[in-house]
């Protein structure tokens, strides 16, 4: 290990920037490594893989999803067809309902 006691501010600072540089130098490497690792590993199984390397969530539109379903007995409920089954329509299946009765046109 370096002696670091007998060097000067500028020195340490200009030992830490290089320590920095071969730190983020090993960083990128082991990171395309494993880019290539796993591209490798899903070509033997005969898949395809979509990487994104930026480090940036994907943006989603926030769209709202229209409602397929409304309640009869409560026009001001609704369903999207999307999660959990609202307890209103389970009720009304579990009456031997169908739910397609309820789409909304």
């Not at 500028?10 to 395309?32: D, F, G, M, N, V």
């Amino acid at each position: 290990m370096t002696d670091l006691s007998n060097k000067s501010p500028a020195e340490l600072q200009a030992i830490i920037a290089e320590a920095k540089s071969q730190l983020e130098i090993i960083r990128r490497s082991k990171h395309k490594a494993v880019i290539d690792q796993i591209k490798e590993l899903a070509e033997s199984i005969g898949v395809t893989v979509d990487i994104h390397e930026d480090g940036k969530a994907r943006k989603t539109t926030g769209g709202i999803v229209p409602a397929k379903y409304r309640n009869p007995n409560d026009s001001t409920k609704t369903w999207t067809g999307r999660g959990m089954t609202p307890k209103w329509l389970q009720a009304l299946i579990a009456e031997g309902r169908n739910k397609d009765e309820f789409l909304i046109s």
